[in-house]
Antibody, heavy 116, light 113 residues
Framework: EVQLVESGGGLVQPGGSLRLSCAAS????????MQWVRQAPGKGLMWVSR????????SYADSVKGRFTISRDNAKNTLYLQMNSLRAEDTAIYYC?????????WGQGTLVTVSS | DIVMTQSPDSLAVSLGERATISCKSS????????????LAWYQQKPGQPPKVLIY???TRESGVPDRFSGSGSGTDFTLTISSLQAEDVAVYYC?????????FGPGTKVEIK
């Protein structure tokens, strides 16, 4: 069974940092592109970032470029999102998802709250 | 960026009746060399992550009931639920994956009348 489990969310002050993790199991992680998508409370979905299976290709939404860094450790079957210079508007549930284009599997998400 | 719009914002349909959701993209998501539309549909139930229903605009994901179907090409797409069931109450999103940044529509909430 495909499983994606996010962790690392929490309450952080504006300007602070967090690192999210996504532990994958049930599939060959190293063969798949992975993505991060976020959803502000009561709002719609926003694509954040994408990384190729070998880490060789990375893309970001303009609103997070220069502040967020996506990475992966294929030996640990884990996807990461390093988030720096956090703003109130980054408050959201962050989902990791499998897939290069459409997202075929999603985790349950981890909540990031940016507030003083 | 490709802007996705959906209509209606919400709709209430009687059990067993048809529900139709429209999605439009600000530019074509049809890639001519392979004649594929780079569009997916997702269902999100309260308190749950989204789940893919349709990709390539009309290909149903494995395990998705055949009452869900997708159609359209270029800039205009439709998700149809042919006979609404109680478990279909959810918000439905379209997403283009033609180019990054990938973008989602604002969502359509489907309820039971």
């Amino acid at each position: 069974e495909v499983q994606l489990v996010e962790s690392g969310g929490g309450l952080v002050q504006p300007g602070g940092s967090l690192r999210l993790s996504c532990a994958a199991s049930g599939f060959t992680f190293s063969s798949y592109w992975m993505q991060w998508v976020r959803q502000a409370p009561g709002k719609g979905l926003m694509w954040v970032s994408r990384i190729k299976s070998d880490g060789g290709s990375i893309s970001y939404a303009d609103s997070v470029k220069g502040r967020f860094t996506i990475s992966r450790d294929n030996a640990k079957n884990t996807l990461y999102l390093q988030m720096n210079s956090l703003r109130a508007e980054d408050t959201a549930i962050y989902y990791c998802a499998r897939g290069e284009q459409w997202m075929s599997a999603w985790g349950q998400g981890t909540l990031v709250t940016v507030s003083s | 960026d490709i802007v996705m719009t959906q209509s209606p914002d919400s709709l209430a349909v009687s059990l067993g009746e048809r529900a139709t959701i429209s999605c439009k993209s600000s530019q074509s998501v049809l890639y001519s060399p392979n004649n594929r539309n780079y569009l997916a549909w997702y269902q999100q139930k309260p308190g749950q992550p989204p789940k893919v229903l349709i990709y390539w605009a009309s290909t149903r994901e494995s395990g998705v009931p055949d009452r869900f179907s997708g159609s359209g090409s270029g800039t205009d797409f439709t998700l149809t639920i042919s006979s609404l069931q109680a478990e279909d109450v959810a918000v439905y999103y379209c997403q283009q994956y033609y180019s990054t940044p990938f973008t989602f529509g604002p969502g359509t909430k489907v309820e039971i009348k």
